[in-house]
């Protein structure tokens, strides 16, 4: 067993009702024991034998560089196995082209490059990694579009000293033509970079603003959306070391069949975007879909403090215990439809979400900290599924029985 296997756990695991149910896709305590090894962000596709695939890179620290392991579910999500396929990305998300899936990402580590593999067996064998752009890139799986036959997801990228979430980060778009063989170098195009704007002094607060603060202000992890004919990125910002959150960061996208134009448009109010968010379009109900983490002391400086004193808490103002969802008709503005799950304690997590919709049924694959060592360090990778979730936007759903208002 390598540094970055880990071991197959289908055992379904019902915790009590009010944080939610889940199945565990695979349970990494061993490795996240060592403080060495975390997953980044899972995905998920249906396959054309209608099995459940699950990509998860997981991160070996010491040597900054990913494995992408798969792991598949034949009855719904509610156990898994590891498949044996494994390649070296430390990040990315499943695309599905029909019957033909890709894993588009970056790796091994943070400065080599993007890169993509295929699979024509749904997902049980991949081809040898093929490199389209060089240089430091990271994203998290997040949303990704395909517009007018042409496929659209971004990248944060490195800054000159490596970071791509330190000072003047960075970030960029890719599109390829999808009637393509997506492994072909050819197919694909690159944005211009765009860097973060710095953010106005009017939405800081300052709470974060201390010599020990490690992250000065800047935005990653994007979602391309495309709402109304128009693209937009969409990304989580950092601001004052969470002190500021629920601020997005807007970017127009126009692409001309040949440049892609990248622009930034605004900060905007958006739930949960002090941490990873996921944004899905359903084609059905014509409404899109968000998992997010919602805070609940972004500036109680007492209670950061009683946190910071326990080893088992890593991040000022870093909570993640609390899964919400939310629906709309735009992708940039968001109603609650209720919680995925809701962790007990704050050094318990659910983030980093993989979302799938499966005729009636949305699913969720999230980077989880049961009894890991804080809330970003986790010991699980967790199914979710919530059955009929339409019914949840019952009220914004055209043909739906309104609420009655009295004047």
């Not at 993509?116 to 749904?122: A, E, G, K, L, Q």
């Not at 060089?134 to 579009?145: E, K, L, R």
């Amino acid at each position: 067993m390598n540094n970055l296997e880990s071991k197959d756990n289908s055992q379904s695991v019902t915790p009590e009702p009010t944080r939610g149910e889940y199945t565990v896709i695979t349970d990494i305590s061993g490795l996240a024991a060592s403080a060495d090894a975390i997953s980044d962000a899972p995905s998920l596709v249906k396959t054309a034998d209608g099995a459940i695939l699950c990509a998860t890179p997981m991160l070996e620290r010491s040597h900054n560089r990913g494995l992408l392991q798969f792991y598949h579910s034949r009855d719904g999500g509610a156990t898994w196995r590891k498949l044996k396929a494994e390649s070296r990305f430390h990040c990315g998300r499943l695309i599905q082209q029909k019957d033909t899936l890709y894993f588009l990402g970056a790796g091994p580590g943070r400065g080599d490059g993007i890169r993509i593999i295929r699979s024509d067996d749904s997902g049980i064998t991949w081809s040898e990694p093929v490199q389209l752009f060089d240089g430091g890139f990271y994203n998290a799986a997040s949303g990704c579009v395909v517009h007018k036959n042409t496929l659209y997801w971004c990248f944060g990228a490195v800054n000159d000293v490596g970071r791509f979430n330190g000072p003047d980060s960075r970030t960029v778009v890719v599109a390829a033509d999808f009637n393509r063989d997506l492994t072909a170098p050819s197919a694909w195009r690159i944005s211009n970079y765009l860097t973060y704007p710095g953010t106005p002094a009017a939405l800081r607060s300052g709470v974060g603003d201390t010599p020990a603060a490690p992250f000065p202000d800047h935005w990653l992890e994007g979602n391309v959306i495309e709402t109304d004919g128009e693209l937009y990125v969409c990304w989580r910002t950092r601001i004052d070391e969470y002190g500021t959150p629920s601020l997005a960061a807007v970017c127009d996208l126009n692409d001309d069949g040949r440049t892609l134009e990248y622009s930034f448009r605004q900060f905007y109010p958006w739930p949960g975007a002090q941490n990873h968010f996921y944004v899905i379009h359903d084609p059905e109900s014509d409404l899109y879909w968000m998992t997010a983490n919602l805070l609940s002391h972004s500036q109680d400086m007492k209670m950061q403090a009683a946190l910071e004193q326990s080893p088992r808490f890593k991040g000022r103002k870093s909570i993640r215990r609390v899964l919400a969802l939310f629906c709309g008709y735009d992708g940039l503005n968001w109603f609650p439809a209720g919680y995925v799950i809701v962790w007990p304690l704050m050094r318990q997590a659910s983030n980093y979400c993989g979302l799938l919709i499966d005729g009636d049924a949305l699913m969720i694959a999230a980077r989880t900290s049961r009894d890991g060592a804080n809330q970003h360090d986790n010991d699980l990778i967790t199914f979710h599924r919530i059955n009929n979730f339409r019914e949840r936007a019952a009220f914004l759903l055209e043909g739906e029985e309104k609420p009655r208002v009295t004047p």
